[in-house]
Each structure stands twice: as structure tokens, then as C-alpha cells.
């Protein structure tokens, strides 16, 4: 449960960067910054438990997808 708190959390965060910012691109063009970076191999423990690649690892993530974070935020007026 608190894993699906952290993700709302993330949404308003970005949310209230970009309204500090007065401009959402600037945030959006993180996001998609991030989105470029390679990730790292995920540990042992995570990978063996089979949530890497799965609906699963949704659950388990503490952020939300970028690509739903950027969605979000060219949702909002």
C-alpha cells in the first residue's frame, strides 16, 4: 500500500515542479532525459522473485512509468 502511496506522491511532485517552474516543459524534458538513461541490472533477489517484466513489477515499483508521469503532466492545464 505505501509503495502506491509513493507513486501518487511522484505525480504531485511533478505536478508541483512545473507549476514552481511556470512551465511544464522544462519537466517534461527531464522525464524524457530519464527515460534516455540506461538502467541498471536489477539485483539478484528482485530478478530471481520473476517481478522483473511482469504486470507484477507495477505493484512493486515505487515510481510511476515515465512515460505516465509526461502524460500527466501534458494532461494538465
Known amino acids: 500500500m505505501s509503495l ?3 507513486r501518487k506522491r511522484e505525480f ?3 505536478a508541483g ?3 514552481f517552474m511556470v ?3 522544462p519537466m517534461m524534458d527531464t522525464l524524457r532525459a ?3 538513461l540506461q538502467a541498471g541490472q536489477l539485483p539478484k533477489e ?3 522473485s520473476g517481478v522483473a517484466g511482469s504486470r ?3 505493484l512493486f515499483s515505487s515510481h510511476p512509468p515515465l512515460a505516465k508521469r509526461i502524460a500527466a503532466l501534458e494532461a494538465a492545464e
Open 56 to 58: 507484477m513489477k507495477a
Open 46 to 48: 528482485i530478478a530471481a
Open 34 to 36: 530519464l527515460g534516455n
Open 23 to 25: 512551465d511544464k516543459r
Open 17 to 19: 515542479a512545473a507549476e
Open 12 to 14: 504531485l511532485a511533478d
Open 4 to 6: 502506491y502511496f509513493s
